[in-house]
């Protein structure tokens, strides 16, 4: 079974970028859909961005639509997120995960419960 592993996370100053990185332990990620979500103290986990298998598609929630990037190396077996111009409310523990339940272009890819794999997360920290 496929194990994701997050890296990249920190502090890091409102405007400032971070860059997160997810690595498959035990399995690949070829052929699976992969994304990013977060849950800040308190909060739902929430979707933040997915990307198709073969890294042609991506969806982003409008919070961070133009600001992250979730790209993919199917050679590495990795999944990275790129965040620029971070804000204070960006502040949240990030999770990979993969292998969806549901296809492409459904609703039910932004929820939590769609994803059979997660990884253990990475704190990220925006301070204003």
């Known amino acids: 079974q496929v194990q994701p592993v997050e890296s990249g996370g920190g502090l890091v100053q409102a405007g400032g970028s971070l860059r997160l990185s997810c690595a498959a332990t035990?399995?690949?990620?070829?052929?699976?859909?992969m994304g990013w979500f977060r849950q800040a103290p308190g909060k739902e986990r929430e979707f933040v961005g997915i990307?198709?298998?073969?890294?042609?598609?991506?969806e982003y929630a409008d919070s961070v639509k133009g600001r992250f990037t979730i790209s993919r190396d199917n050679a590495k077996n990795t999944v990275t997120l790129q965040m620029n111009s971070l804000k204070p409310e960006d502040t949240a523990v990030y999770y990979c995960?993969?292998?969806?339940?549901?296809?492409?272009?459904?609703?039910?890819?932004?929820?939590?419960?769609?994803?059979?794999?997660w990884g253990q997360g990475t704190q990220v920290t925006v301070s204003s």
């Open positions: 995960t993969g292998d969806a339940t549901s296809p492409w272009g459904s609703a039910a890819l932004t929820n939590a419960g769609a994803y059979r794999y």
């Open positions: 990307i198709s298998w073969t890294g042609a598609s991506t």
């Open positions: 035990g399995g690949t990620f070829i052929g699976l859909t």
